[in-house]
């Protein structure tokens, strides 16, 4: 019996070949969370859907299942234009589907992290603060994973004002001076005040402190969720940047 998943806003976080003319391509959609079809005859010449399956177009997806437990994508038509990036910018966009790939599993509706996820994407484009647009993704997609940043300290009391904190991201802020008492072989590399980070507490994204502050937190957070796995979009990043330095 055919069963069909209804239409649903989605974006193409990645795709891989699938038999000679076909590829399988993982979806963020609003409706269904992370769905992996199967796009049938895809490479084709005559294929409508080839020009659309690509990142960054806003698509509206239907997929169908047959006698496989795969999906296959039953039809797609744009539901806005692509979002064009200039280089180094493409690299940042890139960096969201990488994460979305590695960490995103959730077959469930996550309407919070998809529009985090679009106007992330609308901010790189434009080049609209983009530090604080990346920022506020990385916090979107931890909260969404069950691993929000919980700006009070290990005991669950609130920070208190002209102290320090270090971050651990399965133990949360420890006050410098109860450091210790967590672990006398924990190497600590960073240290943050309390004014900083209740300024993210407060999305206060006043200065460049205080996102290179929040940059350091999410990227602990999301480094032990990889599992120290490449992220490739960062290491051609860094290779851009390089290059111009020559």
Not at 206 to 232: F, G, H, W, Y
Request: overall charge positive.
């Amino acid at each position: 019996m055919l069963t069909l998943l209804p239409p649903s806003p989605a974006f193409v976080i990645h795709s891989r070949e699938y038999h000679e003319h076909s590829l399988l391509i993982e979806f963020f959609t609003l409706n269904h969370g992370r769905v992996a079809a199967i796009a049938k005859r895809v490479k084709t010449v005559r294929s409508s859907f080839k020009y659309l399956l690509q990142p960054f177009f806003p698509l509206k997806v239907s997929f169908k299942q047959g006698k496989s437990d795969l999906w296959q994508v039953y039809d797609v038509e744009p539901s806005g234009e692509l979002i064009s990036f200039a280089v180094p910018e493409i690299f940042c966009a890139s960096y969201l589907n990488e994460l979305l790939y590695y960490l995103y599993k959730s077959k469930d509706s996550d309407p919070k992290l998809f529009a985090s996820y679009l106007e992330t994407l609308k901010s790189i484009s434009e080049k609209i603060s983009l530090d604080k647009a990346l920022r506020e993704f990385e916090f979107a997609l931890l909260d969404s994973l069950g691993y929000g940043i919980r700006f009070e300290d290990k005991d669950g009391n609130a920070l208190q004002s002209g102290c320090f904190y270090h971050f651990l991201p399965d133990s949360g802020f420890i006050k410098v001076s109860d450091c210790k008492s967590v672990s006398e072989s924990v190497e600590f590399s960073e240290v943050f005040s309390s004014e900083k980070l209740i300024m993210l507490l407060n999305k206060q994204y006043l200065s460049v402190d205080v996102l290179k502050c929040a940059q350091k937190i999410t990227n602990k957070a999301l480094s032990t969720l990889l599992n120290n796995k490449e992220i490739k979009s960062r290491a051609y990043y860094r290779a851009f940047l390089q290059s111009k330095d020559k």
